[in-house]
């Protein structure tokens, strides 16, 4: 019982090392659409040209390159593709059609000449709901026509042999290890 609760133990402690080794770092291809996070806080989003120990190229305009040093990234991303705001757009819109069409309903119940009571209470309501089913379509349509990039984040290759030495012939190996 000791012994398979002790290579259980020792299983488990041993299942995040090999998911860690089993990381992808192809994610960063040359052509590959990349966001540099930097400790500024600023992003750099733009194609993936290559990465060497030390600096990242990434072309962020048609005839603009940027090099990134490693120490000033705190992490790469790599867009996996789009989503639309489809929701977001709809979440937006109820509320701001029920609250125009609520307003509109009571100002225009609410004339003079017109006799005041129940009716106009559900009148606004009505409309409220109404207004809170048109805006949110309305919303969900406006959304669904603005796209957004969907990041995964990817590890910048920390293992890599370059050549080296004057003449070229002679090879470094580099790793980086952060804790």
Do not use: H, N
Not at 33 to 41: F, S
Not at 101 to 124: F, H, K, N, Q, R
Not at 133 to 155: H, N, Y
């Amino acid at each position: 019982m000791t012994r398979s609760m002790l290579v259980l133990t020792v299983c488990l402690l041993a299942l995040p090392s090999f998911s860690q080794a089993q990381q992808d770092t192809t994610g960063l291809a040359p052509g590959r659409r990349v966001r540099v996070k930097l400790e500024k806080g600023d992003d750099i989003v733009g194609t993936f040209l290559s990465a060497d120990t030390s600096t990242m190229r990434v072309l962020t305009a048609p005839l603009d390159t940027a090099s990134v040093a490693r120490a000033a990234a705190t992490g790469v991303e790599v867009s996996v593709g789009t989503k639309s705001r489809t929701l977001a757009g709809a979440l937006i819109g109820a509320p701001v059609g029920a609250l125009a069409a609520a307003s509109i309903t009571y100002i225009a119940v609410g004339t003079p000449g017109l006799d005041s009571g129940d009716e106009e209470l559900i009148i606004v309501a009505a409309a409220a709901f109404g207004g809170f089913f048109l805006g949110g379509i309305g919303g969900a349509l406006i959304g669904s026509g603005k796209r957004t990039d969907r990041w995964e984040p990817t590890v910048w290759p920390t293992v890599s042999v370059q050549p080296g030495g004057p003449d070229g012939k002679t090879v470094a190996l580099g790793v980086r290890l952060r804790f």
